[in-house]
């Protein structure tokens, strides 16, 4: 027997992947969808909870900066089944080294900032030092005792 699967109307697809309603048409018009979305009686797209689970997928592919083109292609390779798991492989390699030069990159990036933090934190806190009232000593004969209790003077 065939597993029923939710029918999810679009609003509570973008509700679930926080995409826009726009943005669920936009993928669907490039292609970006592994199955074709359905359509209800009434006209209106369908969507299962495999079209979600793939939105995900494709939710971290764009965020991490995979370019719709590629994005785009992997979903063909994955539309057209077995036996090209190489290229898909490959391309996944290629994006995956994108991310790892953009790691490197952001990681110098964040090393500057936070020198450049820590230089700031700083130079407020010698000015808020130099602002601080100066503490008076005690002077001779004042708050200090003459001697210390148990010995003579």
């Known amino acids: 027997m065939a597993e029923v ?3 999810l109307s679009i609003g509570q697809v973008a509700e679930r992947t926080g995409l826009s ?3 669920l048409r936009f993928y669907e018009q490039q292609g970006v ?5 359905r359509r209800g009686a009434a006209g209106r797209r369908v969507y299962s909870q495999d079209d979600v689970d793939w939105l995900e997928v494709c939710i971290i592919l764009r965020a991490s900066g995979m370019p719709l ?8 390779l994955v539309r ?5 798991e190489e290229e898909r492989l490959s391309l996944l390699r290629e994006h995956h080294g994108r991310v790892t030069d953009q790691l490197g990159r952001l990681a110098q990036c964040l090393d500057l900032i936070t020198f450049k933090v820590g230089v700031y934190e700083d130079l407020l ?3 808020r030092r130099a602002a601080e009232p ?10 200090v005792p003459a001697s210390r209790p148990g010995t003579s003077a």
């Open 21 to 23: 309603v726009h943005a």
């Open 134 to 143: 100066r503490r008076r000593r005690p002077s001779v004969g004042g708050d």
């Open 69 to 76: 083109p590629a994005l785009r292609r992997y979903a063909d």
């Open 80 to 84: 057209e089944g077995e036996g090209n």
């Open 5 to 7: 699967t939710a029918s």
């Open 125 to 127: 806190d010698q000015d």
């Open 33 to 37: 969808f592994v199955s074709p979305v």
